[in-house]
């Protein structure tokens, strides 16, 4: 009903149509939010193993926080495969960065099988790979990075501007 409104409006009057090159305005871009989103997903695989060590297995809480850390794990990965895609779709340009299709391509594939298992080194792996995308995306805005440990769990050592 709107969309149809909207329409004869514009028949109407006319709207000038609004034109954009990038989903968001230029600036905004920022790969921590894939950063603590691989994160998550560590931690959501370090959790379902100290769960998975207990006794209690059989237990209508066990199947019920299981579930939850699954749900946390599958959709974090699936929200810093997205980041990176945004990022690298509508920031970075291939005649500057040649080897950044290779990195992001790495990055998908390892987002992919850390939804699809449970191997905490390929979660380590994919948090890795997405701290160099970041040490690449601040190196395009010429801003130094450092590096440290996460202030929380699972404590792994993270990339971040050093500003």
Known sequence: MIYQLLTRLDEKFGFETAQAHCDVPCGIYDPSTAQIAALT??????LMAA???GDEKSTTDFH???ERYISVKEE???KA????????GDYFKKDKHPNV????HKIMQLGSKVRQTA???AGV???????EFAEAFWATKEVKTKKAKAPYAPALEMVYPDL
């Open 64 to 66: 019920n926080s299981m």
């Open 81 to 88: 495969k997205h980041e990176i895609r945004i990022i690298w």
């Open 125 to 131: 792996a994919f948090v890795a790979a997405i701290n």
């Open 51 to 53: 769960l998975e060590s």
């Open 119 to 121: 191997d905490r080194e």
């Open 76 to 78: 974090h990965a699936e």
């Open 41 to 46: 997903v560590v931690r959501m695989m370090d």
């Open 101 to 104: 299709d290779d990195l992001v």
